[in-house]
């Protein structure tokens, strides 16, 4: 497809469980984000990729997470013995690039929501 | 860290009124953007923005962008019920990547 594809689209798993997510970029951007979104709230910055680099991981919570991308494209986002607080909406968002106005413009995925039990 | 604030939180409104949201910084952005989610959605950019003082229209949609750079604000002009959902501004800072994103501002269109 034309935009960003995130799986799974929902994620039910057990406190302590591994969870991986996944995100699809448009093609030919070479940035790509992660942000996760809690119940009412906005978004909050998680980790961006630069190609296959991660200049900024600032956002990530806890070295329970991390966030690897091969190839220039699919990302994966993996949580580690999860917790009930890490239940949320992680979205994804790509860009052509971080070049300056315009080409960073960041288009979102439909998310992946995650319930830890 | 930076921060944005967004008002209102939420908006009751008759459909044909016009609405306007706000977005204010305690730092300096260089862009600034409104998007809206719809439930279960991510969020869909409506406008973008990249200069002080840039004021831009899609379709009944129009955004500034602050001269002072810590402020931007949404109108929705003569609303209609597809309109329902949640408004967000977000803003990027001096380093690119990462956005800021405001609270969010939940609008509702009574037919």
């Known amino acids: 497809g034309a935009g960003v594809s995130q799986s799974p689209s929902n994620k039910v798993t057990e406190k302590g469980k591994d969870v991986e997510l996944r995100c699809d970029p448009i093609?030919?951007?070479?940035?790509l984000y992660w942000y996760r979104q809690s119940l009412g709230q906005g978004l909050e910055f998680l980790i961006y990729f630069q190609g296959n680099s991660a200049p900024d991981k600032s956002g990530l919570p806890s070295d329970r997470f991390s966030a690897e991308r091969t190839g220039g494209s699919v990302s994966t986002l993996t949580i580690q013995r999860t917790q009930q607080e890490d239940s949320a909406v992680y979205l994804c968002?790509?860009?052509?690039?971080?070049?300056?106005?315009?080409?960073?413009?960041?288009?979102f995925g439909p998310g992946t929501r995650l319930t830890v039990l | 860290g930076q921060q944005l604030n967004q008002s209102p939180q939420s908006m009751f409104i008759q459909e044909g009124e016009d609405v306007s949201m706000n977005c204010t910084s305690s730092?300096?952005?260089?862009?600034w953007l409104w998007y809206k989610q719809d439930p279960g959605e991510g969020p869909v950019l409506l406008i973008a923005?990249?200069?002080?003082?840039e004021l831009t229209s899609n379709g009944r949609l129009t955004a500034q962008f602050g001269i002072t750079r810590k402020d931007s604000f949404l109108n929705i002009s003569a609303s209609i019920p597809s309109d329902v959902g949640i408004y967000f501004c977000?803003?990027?800072?001096?380093?690119?990547?990462?956005?800021?994103f405001g609270q969010g501002t939940i609008l509702t269109v009574h037919p």
């Open positions: 923005l990249y200069k002080a003082g």
């Open positions: 968002a790509s860009s052509l690039d971080l070049q300056g106005p315009s080409t960073d413009t960041q288009y």
């Open positions: 730092s300096i952005f260089n862009t």
């Open positions: 977000a803003g990027r800072g001096t380093s690119y990547g990462k956005l800021t």
């Open positions: 093609s030919g951007h070479t940035a």
